[in-house]
């Protein structure tokens, strides 16, 4: 009876050393892919509307600042340029260069725009001139968000540019556009 009981005992510890040898493996493929982002988008009002009605604003033109005008959405480094668009409506025979334009970070940017180069002073015309270069993206990992905000000073001139023209409404389209650098 002893004899049995060994056997059995051994038999069963052979079958229970097979079945905990078995392995198997599987291999599974993940593609990442990566697609550049750029967006651009204006807030608030599309239409700014700057009236010279005293001598002062036909003497020295008119300023003022569009605030957090501009957001900017980018993967990588980016550039905003602006152009003058086709003029439709022009009674008074206004000239290129009337406007100039400058972006500023806002305050209020949750995006990154740390690594802006400042075009201040821009002057439009029917050219597309770079407004806004960035050497990276948007994206600022401490407010985990890609939307950086932009004011827009402007500056219409005065003087020669508005003097001995015709009254009227002007509408003059601004374009800005964001590309690669």
Do not use: C
């Not at 009876?1 to 060994?6: A, D, E, F, P, Q």
């Not at 078995?22 to 988008?41: G, H, K, R, Y």
């Not at 009236?51 to 008119?62: A, C, E, M, P, R």
Request: hydrophobic share 40%.
């Amino acid at each position: 009876m002893k004899k049995l009981i060994i056997t059995a005992g051994l038999a069963l510890g052979l079958f229970a050393t097979n079945q905990s040898s078995a392995q198997s493996t599987a291999t599974s493929t993940f593609n990442v892919v990566l697609e550049d982002v750029m967006s651009l988008s204006l807030n608030g009002n599309t239409t700014t509307t700057v009236t010279f009605n005293n001598i002062n604003s036909y003497v020295d033109g008119i300023n003022g600042t569009l605030t957090d005008y501009l957001t900017v959405i980018s993967t990588k480094a980016y550039k905003v340029t602006v152009k003058v668009g086709t003029v439709s409506t022009n009674p008074s025979a206004l000239e290129d260069h009337l406007i100039v334009l400058a972006a500023i970070p806002s305050d209020n940017s949750r995006g990154r725009t740390d690594n802006v180069t400042d075009r201040s002073g821009t002057s439009i015309d029917g050219t597309e001139r770079n407004f806004i270069l960035a050497s990276g993206s948007t994206f600022n990992s401490m407010e985990h968000s890609a939307e950086a905000l932009f004011s827009i000073n402007y500056n219409v001139y005065g003087g020669e540019k508005v003097f001995d023209k015709a009254a009227g409404t002007n509408i003059i389209p601004v374009v800005f556009t964001i590309a690669a650098p």
